[in-house]
Each structure stands twice: as C-alpha cells, then as structure tokens.
C-alpha cells in the first residue's frame, strides 16, 4: 500500500459579503490571530496547521444560497462552557447553547457568523465523562 504526499496544513475558506464586518466579528469577537492578509482575503489561525480564511466575494466568487444549512464550521476545545461564556459577553447571539447530544457523544453549541455561516464549538466526550 502506498502513502500519499505530505499534507503540511489546511485552510478552510469562507466568501463573505462584507470583509470589515466579519474581520470584526472573527478578530474582535473570536479573537482569531491573523496569520496572512491578502488584501481581499484574510487568513487566521485556528491552532496547530489549521486555518480559516476569509475571501471578499466578488462576481466571480459567490457565497452559495444555502450556504447556511451546508456548512458547519466546528471549533473542537474542552473549553465550550468557557467559551460560551466569553462569546455570550461579546454579544455573540447562540441558536443552541451548550448541550450533551448523545447520539455523538459530544458537548457543543451553534451560533453564526455575520455572513450566516454556522459555527459549532464542541468536545468529544469520552465514556467516563458521559452524563446520564
């Protein structure tokens, strides 16, 4: 069996009607790290060799319409109660606070970016941890 080439990092891309805004929201809010700017694109860190970056949509490139129900961008921390709480002060509005969803085997939460784009902050949960 052969191994495939080296994968050194890896960026996820969101487009975003509005650059300022959601610099604002993932720098200010989220207090993500710039890691490259671009000028139409920004690119932070997330941890280790995982990016996010965010691209000013133009005519050639267009969020999708239902871009809110076909992505899930997932933040994984053993922290989500502290996070929630640290984002919740920042004015961060959650559609799901924090909740045990056994059928994963995870604790997380949901809210969205201002371009609609869902954000999931969870940590798996282990069999001696699990609530009953």
């Given amino acids: 069996m052969s191994t495939h080439p ?27 790290e710039l890691w490259l700017d671009q000028g139409t694109c920004r690119i932070y860190t997330i941890s280790g060799s995982g990016y996010l970056g965010l691209c000013q949509a133009s005519e050639i490139l267009t ?3 239902d871009k809110q129900s ?3 961008f997932t933040l994984v ?4 109660d502290e996070w929630f709480e640290y984002l919740k002060e920042r004015g961060i509005e ?9 059928k994963y ?14 954000i999931e902050i ?9 609530k009953t």
């Fill in 63 to 65: 969020p999708p319409a």
């Fill in 122 to 130: 969870q940590r798996f949960e282990t069999n001696d941890k699990k």
């Fill in 77 to 80: 921390t053993q922290q989500v």
């Fill in 6 to 32: 080296q994968i050194e990092q890896q960026v996820t891309f969101f487009s975003t009607s509005n650059l300022n805004i959601s610099t604002e929201f993932y720098e200010q809010k989220l207090g993500l």
């Fill in 94 to 102: 959650f559609e799901k606070p924090p909740m045990l969803n056994e």
């Fill in 70 to 72: 076909s992505v899930i």
């Fill in 105 to 118: 085997n995870i604790y997380h939460c949901f809210f969205r970016d201002p371009d609609g784009y869902l």
